[in-house]
């Protein structure tokens, strides 16, 4: 059974007072109780990455867990201004993000990169969320399923069976903060679609891996959404910047 996993993502928002505000608001009314055998984390910008880390340690009730937002590809070694997985896993992360479409369209980051940072990810024991999707163009030219089969296939090119300690984020980008969610009927579709690239490979790690959607996510469509067979959870960008939101979808 795969648990609902709700991750936020807050990219690159934030300051040590509103952070601090944020865990408090989340740590107390998570604190009240949640549903039981769900997973919580929020990837937050790097240089918060300790401050957050020890807000939610003082939480009486751990029920979140830290994440970031990116991972260099390397181990160690001369590449300024990157961040190694082993970093990130001293600093108390358990997700990190990989592959976000900002960072695709931005740093023009190709699949095959994508995967070496999530096989940083993974051998330092935390979890990819390996984001996919298709652009506007993509769906409306009706080749939205052949895209995502094919960033998949070049992760289970490089990650093999090692794909089913991931997670997987089906994030249209043409839903990614422009408040047009993809229907649930529509993104349980590609849900569906990826579970069955997967089970191709390999039955056992189709079956493990969650498969979250992201794209404009708010309290009042993730109980739809979360209701679908093949959405086990949510990437959560802008409502998860409101710590009353992130819980509402929390508890969805
Ligand atoms: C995201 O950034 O991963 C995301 C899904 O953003 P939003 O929820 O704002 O669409």
Redesign the pocket.
Known sequence: MRPLTVIG?W?MNGSLASNADWVRIVCRGMEQGMPAGRKYAVCVPAPYLSQCGQLIQDCSLAFLSLGAQDVSAYAAGAYTGEVAASMLKELGCHYVIVG?S?RRQHHHEADEQIAEKALQVLDNDMTPVI?VGESADERNSGREVEIVRGQISRQIAVLQDRLADCLI?Y?PIW????GKVASAQMTQDMHRAIRLQLAEFDEDVASHVGILY????KPDNAVELFAMPDIDGG?????SLNPQDFLAICQA
Do not use: Q
Not at 214 to 217: C, F, I, L, P, T
């Open positions: 993502n990219k976000h900002e984001c984020a994030e839903a990614i903060g422009t992201g794209g404009s996510v990437l959560i960008g802008g409502a």
